[in-house]
T-cell receptor, first 112, second 114 residues
Framework: RKEVEQDPGPFNVPEGATVAFNCTYS??????FFWYRQDCRKEPKLLMS???SGNEDGRFTAQLNRASQYISLLIRDSKLSDSATYLC?????????????FGKGTKLSVIP | SAVISQKPSRDICQRGTSLTIQCQVD?????MFWYRQQPGQSLTLIAT?????????ESGFVIDKFPISRPNLTFSTLTVSNMSPEDSSIYLC???????????FGPGTRLTVT
């Protein structure tokens, strides 16, 4: 069974802290990797794609380790508005299905 | 990216009835999907909506229960048939776009079956 595993948290961090989320995936054929953010009672929203070389978008840095089948998301200088559930998502385009497999999410609460 | 709308945003339905959810994308997309999210759980793929052909269903989901239409490259419907309380969930439409196979989601339809 193809799976994506995340620490469910919750992570409770003060404003300004740096927090890191980790994710492992079981399907070595996976080709695309994403972090989504989901606010309570809202749809998931794409936060960033994760590239092999690692990528950064402002306070957010994502890294991929294919050998270890491991993805990470680092959030620096946490804001109250960062409070959400962060979903690790892996795409495994086998047989043309382009199916996304979602982790169960890591809940982050940034506290004043 | 893609902007996706869904109708209705929520509904309360009686057991045994059916509800059709509509999904509209603001641009033509190659692939559309339907997901279900139970409270406190992650997303589960129901099916891939194929334009001009029958949808491709995931294990545990069947066409008789969740018929799907996709008449063109911007629109799809999901029907939840003969509903039971176990069908209470959030149903999300998504569209595949971009060169990195990114998926964007509609706002979801919150269904409660009584």
């Amino acid at each position: 069974r193809k799976e994506v595993e995340q620490d469910p948290g919750p992570f409770n961090v003060p404003e300004g802290a740096t927090v890191a989320f980790n994710c492992t995936y079981s399907n070595s054929a996976s080709q695309s990797f994403f972090w989504y953010r989901q606010d309570c009672r809202k749809e998931p929203k794409l936060l960033m794609s994760v590239y092999s070389s690692g990528n950064e978008d402002g306070r957010f840095t994502a890294q991929l380790n294919r050998a270890s089948q491991y993805i990470s998301l680092l959030i620096r200088d946490s804001k109250l508005s960062d409070s959400a559930t962060y979903l690790c998502v892996v795409n495994s385009p086998e047989a043309g299905s382009y199916q996304l497999t979602f982790g169960k999410g890591t809940k982050l609460s940034v506290i004043p | 990216s893609a902007v996706i709308s869904q109708k209705p945003s929520r509904d309360i339905c009686q057991r045994g009835t059916s509800l059709t959810i509509q999904c509209q994308v603001d641009s033509q997309v190659t692939m559309m999907f339907w997901y279900r999210q139970q409270p406190g759980q992650s997303l589960t793929l129901i099916a891939t909506a194929n334009q001009g052909s029958e949808a491709t269903y995931e294990s545990g989901f069947v066409i008789d229960k969740f018929p799907i239409s996709r008449p063109n490259l911007t629109f799809s419907t999901l029907t939840v048939s003969n509903m039971s309380p176990e069908d209470s969930s959030i149903y999300l439409c998504s569209a595949l776009t971009g060169t990195n196979y990114e998926q964007y989601f509609g706002p979801g339809t919150r269904l409660t079956v009584t």
